[in-house]
Structures are given as structure tokens and as C-alpha cells.
């Protein structure tokens, strides 16, 4: 009767895992889908145009644009199935989390299980400012969202010198790319971002955050994507540390609403957080 009792308990234990871990399982997949959702819809074609497509351009060393990036009609079929793959391996690490038995092959899981803490990870604070010593830069930050065409929205012209961090993204210092627009240019002289281009790797950004905490990254690289080829996951999809991404306009200029013919993005990560 002891050995039974003790079978029955050990067996109601074992449920009780099971049931907590596809629990916290449907918990991830959930905010995933959500999270994923959001991205893909905003996604589609991922590019930036300018705001002003009747204005004409400057001369070749000052260059008029803004960072809106264009939405298309949908993510696409392929956008969806790494959409799918993503929910299915989060879903995945979670039982992970609460069973500890491995569910992934390592090479995959290696590289989606949250690193070693070598850097900070701060919480959620919206940033009011941004420093970049080697270009001499320092802006205020404001929110941008969503605009009504669907569009992600940027800095007014009447504030081209200051950056719009999306509000719909992590706060710069949190797990995953906090992201910053601003404009090129502007049909009165150079813009906010008009300098981006100069940055080099092992350069220095400090975001100051309104809980006082400056956020110190290092410049990855810097680099320039064709706006219909603009590397979706790559730009927005890593969550493996904190890190930023700063966008302008870039290439050529093309006119109408394309604006320019490319996208500057500059990858940083997150190395060191310190009072302001």
C-alpha cells in the first residue's frame, strides 16, 4: 500500500509538471504570436521614403530624405513560415525552461538561449536623448508609432533634428533592438542622421533613458540595404542581447515616394549601463 501510495503521488507529480510546462508553453506562444504578428505585419517590405516626394533633391554631398519605412500589402508567404518556425521553437524553449529536458537540437537552440550576461540588461524606460561622440551628434528623442497609412511613422520635417525611437519595440537596454529613425536631410540643409554614414565599428552611442540610466552601445557595423531587399530579421529580429538600430536614407536618390534608393542601418550592442 506504502509503494502504491507513493507510485500515485510520484505519478500525480509528473501530471503536474506536464500540465505546468504545456501551460507555460501556450503562455510563450501566445505572446510570441503576438509579438511575431506585429513584426510581420510591419514588415512586408520594410523601406524607408521620403516625406516630401515632390521636392527635388540637393546636391550630391547633401542628401534630402526622411526614415519612413513603406509597409506592403502583407508579409508574404515566406515572412509567415519563419513567422510559424519562430512561435513552434519559443514554444519549444519554454517547456525547456520548466521541465528542463531539451527539446532543440543544440545548433539550433545555441544560438536562441539567452547568452551569457557578459552586458547589462535594463529595464523598460523610454529614451529622451541621444549622444554619438565621433560625429558630434546630440539629439532629443521622441516617440513614433504607427501612422494611419500603416506606415511607421518619423520625426515631423519641423523637428528634422531631432530621432524618433518606435514605440512599438524594446526600450533601449532591454532584450531585443531598440530602433531609432531619423531624417537624412531635408530640402533646408542637412538632417539629425546626415552624419550616420561616418560611424565605424568600435564607435561609442550612450541613449540617455528617463529613469536616468545612460545605455552604452558599440557600433557593429554600417550598412546600406536596397529598400525592397531590406533584411527583415536580421534589422529587427534578433532578441539574443540588448541592441540598436539606427535608420536613415541612403544610395541614390530616385525621387517619387521611394525618395532614395536605400536603407542606412547602424547595428550596435549594448555593453556597459551607468547613471547619468
Sequence with gaps: MTRRSARARSDHRARLRAAAALRASGRLVARASGRL?????????????TTDPDARPLPPSRRVGSTRRRLGTGPGLPV???????????????????????????????????????FPVLPASRPTSLAIGRIDLRAPLHDVGIAPDGTIAVPDVARAQEAGWYDQGPTPGQYGPAVIVGHVDTTTGPAVFHQLRDLRAGDQIEVTRSD??????????????????????????????????????????????????????VFASLVKARDG
Design 37 to 49: 504578428g506585429r513584426l510581420a505585419g510591419q514588415a512586408g517590405s520594410a523601406s524607408v521614403a
Design 212 to 265: 536616468g540610466r545612460v545605455a552604452v552601445f558599440e557600433v557593429d557595423s554600417v550598412q546600406r540595404f536596397d529598400k525592397d531587399r531590406l533584411p527583415v530579421d536580421e534589422v529587427y529580429g534578433d532578441f539574443s542581447r540588448p541592441s540598436l538600430r539606427l535608420i536613415t536614407c541612403g544610395g541614390r536618390w530616385v525621387g517619387g515616394e521611394r525618395g532614395y534608393s536605400d536603407n542606412l542601418v
Design 80 to 118: 509567415l513560415a519563419v513567422a510559424t518556425l519562430m512561435v513552434l521553437i519559443v514554444a519549444m524553449l519554454g517547456v525547456e525552461q520548466v521541465t528542463g529536458v531539451s527539446l532543440l537540437p543544440e545548433r539550433i537552440s545555441a544560438g536562441l538561449r539567452p547568452p551569457p550576461k557578459k
